[in-house]
């Protein structure tokens, strides 16, 4: 089934043109995204859930966020990322539950599957707090391939460092922290 897509402006409101996920990322359209990372609380340290994604995936077996998704035409940061939540990962939120980071914005450009592949994405960053084991989660096997619990500062340097496969960006982390640590001041 084909993905829509509403093209955004630079502050990711919507123009009212459409186009499908394959024309964006050839043509370079900027189109939106939500990335929601899990956090929960171990004695004095907060962990953050990393998803090992599909091997039939790009980034095949990389870490990666909690749970992230193209927003389709006509939804909505919010709406989205509670989708996403439900398919990747089978948890049910609320909007109130979603802490806000903040926005960012992806330009990558590269080929992929051997086609040419222009990202330009415009993003909002959420952290959900949910205390779950890792076999409690209902996986989209299409998606990812599995998740794990990482404590946030040791995940940081460990993609700091490349020292673990991963498509995670260091300003993300760094988003994640930052609201966390205002959260518990």
Request: charged content about 30%; hydrophobic content about 40%.
């Amino acid at each position: 089934m084909m993905e829509f897509l509403d093209i955004v402006n630079e502050n990711g409101l919507p123009t009212g043109q459409v186009v499908d996920r394959a024309t964006a990322h050839l043509k370079g359209y900027w189109h939106r995204t939500s990335h929601v990372w899990l956090v929960r609380k171990r004695g004095d340290t907060v962990q953050i859930l990393l998803q090992k994604r599909s091997e039939i995936k790009s980034f095949p077996g990389c870490y990666d966020i909690s749970s992230a998704g193209h927003i389709p035409a006509g939804e909505d940061f919010v709406p989205s990322a509670l989708r996403e939540l439900k398919e990747e990962l089978g948890i049910s939120a609320t909007a109130e539950e979603l802490v806000c980071c903040g926005d960012r914005t992806i330009i990558w450009d590269d080929v992929f599957f051997g086609k040419e592949y222009h990202d330009r994405q415009y993003t909002r960053v959420f952290v959900l707090w949910k205390d779950l084991e890792e076999t409690e989660f209902c996986l989209q096997e299409e998606e990812v391939g599995s998740v794990c619990w990482m404590d946030l500062d040791l995940c940081i340097r460990k993609v700091n460092e490349n020292s673990i496969p991963n498509c995670i960006e260091m300003e993300e982390l760094f988003m994640v922290r930052a609201v966390i640590q205002k959260q518990q001041s």
